[in-house]
């Protein structure tokens, strides 16, 4: 049983950090239209290039988020990866919290929850 619930942690993470990425390309590649919709923003805003430039700089980190979940995968074995997997994801729990409480409540269902239980899954 452990062993499943071991394995729900990983396939978990790694679901995150391919999320991360998608928000990544979302808020890089997006029309204005489609960021607006989907980060809960008025599309005059996300058509102002302040704007898309934040965006961009914000689609980064969450991108870069992603990519050192995997990379870790690849670099790490057993307790060291769970090491860095949780202190990578207690930082994107962080963020989404103050993303949830400043920008738009979906942050803490489609953010903050799946790395919050990623985290339990990894230390039970």
């Not at 950090?17 to 997006?30: D, N, Q, R, V």
């Not at 239209?33 to 008025?42: H, L, N, P, V, Y």
């Not at 870790?72 to 990578?88: C, E, H, N, R, T």
């Not at 929850?113 to 899954?121: D, H, K, N, T, Y």
Request: hydrophobic fraction near 65%.
């Amino acid at each position: 049983m452990e062993s499943y619930i071991n394995l729900l942690g990983v396939i978990l993470t790694l679901l995150v950090a391919i999320e991360h990425i998608g928000i990544c390309c979302l808020e890089m590649f997006a029309s204005p239209e489609k960021q607006a919709k989907a980060f809960d923003m008025d599309v005059n805003f996300t058509k102002q290039k302040a704007a898309r430039i934040a965006l961009a700089n914000q689609g980064i980190y969450n991108g870069m988020l992603g990519v050192i979940l995997i990379v870790a995968f690849l670099l790490f074995k057993a307790a060291i990866l769970v090491q860095v997997w949780i202190l990578i994801l207690s930082l994107i729990v962080i963020v989404a919290a103050y993303g949830g409480f400043t920008a738009t409540k979906k942050i803490f269902l489609l953010q903050m929850l799946p790395a919050l239980v990623a985290i339990i899954l990894l230390l039970i």
